[in-house]
């Protein structure tokens, strides 16, 4: 479980944290934790199960904006717990119990919005938008595309659908248009 305690000074300014590894053959490995600032309201320090760390590094990068709602990881890794120990007191192999467990964290998570306009961007307007910028304009243009997403069948498989091309194609007009008319992204 790592702890993290938090006061005004680490929540409003982003600090690298390093830890010590040691085993193998690299002791004493200085390896650096990158910290991102999540929104607190009253705590002093938040508690992350392995479960909790998981998902939350996931939604900071596939889902950003379910990053900060940290009763949602907290219910989705104690539900992912519950049914790793559910089968593991089944008798299931260790395997079988971390895959039951993760089908529980991600369910629901494998299509990103996030993921699909960030792919279009590196895609189709790798010229327009260098490689650092993609992520903060795919933040940008995700409520824009919120209607675009609306009009299709959204689930853990879609992008393996063929509405999927055609969602891709719409966002990459939407895109191309919005370049035009502002010149920017």
Request: charged letters at 25%; glycine letters at 4%; one cysteine or more.
């Amino acid at each position: 479980m790592l702890i993290l305690p938090l006061n005004d000074a680490v929540i409003n300014n982003p600090v690298v944290f390093t830890a010590d590894f040691s085993g193998g053959t690299r002791r004493g490995r200085r390896v650096p934790l990158h910290y991102i600032p999540i929104k607190i309201t009253d705590m002093t320090a938040i508690r992350f199960s392995y479960y909790e760390l998981s998902l939350l590094s996931f939604l900071r990068e596939s889902h950003p904006e379910k990053a900060d709602d940290i009763p949602f990881v907290k219910e989705r890794a104690a539900a992912a717990s519950e049914a790793y120990a559910e089968a593991f007191d089944t008798g299931l192999p260790i395997a079988e119990c971390i895959g039951i467990a993760n089908k529980t964290l991600y369910a629901g998570l494998h299509f990103s919005h996030h993921d699909t306009i960030s792919s279009v961007l590196w895609n189709e307007f790798s010229a327009e938008v260098p490689l650092e910028a993609v992520r903060e304009t795919a933040i940008r243009l995700r409520p824009l595309l919120e209607e675009v997403f609306a009009k299709y069948p959204i689930s853990d498989e879609f992008a393996y659908m063929p509405e999927y091309n055609s969602l891709y194609t719409e966002i990459t007009g939407f895109v191309q248009l919005k370049l035009e008319e502002d010149g920017k992204l």
